[in-house]
């Protein structure tokens, strides 16, 4: 999909300009040359911060990528002050976990 790849390179662009993050790494179906990818395919990225306090207070960030229409999110209580996630659909009509 077209948008998805669009999708993904904004979001690779984006991390190589920001210095707080340290890895950005693909996970699931997409990274997986043996796993079947189809439109429903979402792109499962982990950030991994220097400093992720600004990210998880201010979701700002999450509009360099388009236009959500909805999200889920978990903070980082639910994973002892180490990790929060976030499921976002955008308006494209990918999804991004």
């Known amino acids: 999909m077209k948008v998805r790849e ?5 979001i690779i662009e984006w991390s190589e300009k920001n210095a707080d993050i340290r890895i950005l790494l693909l996970t699931s179906s ?26 998880i207070s201010d979701k700002s960030w999450i509009l360099n990528f388009g236009n959500p229409i909805a999200m889920i999110e ?24």
Not at 6 to 10: A, R
Not at 74 to 92: I, T, W
């Open 74 to 97: 978990e903070d980082e209580s639910c994973f002892d002050n180490k990790h929060a996630m976030k499921m976002v659909l955008y308006e494209d009509g990918v999804k991004a976990d």
């Open 6 to 10: 669009e999708k993904l390179k904004s």
């Open 30 to 55: 997409l990274a997986n040359p043996f796993a079947p990818v189809d439109e429903f395919s979402d792109l499962d990225i982990e950030f991994i911060f220097e400093n992720n306090t600004n990210y």
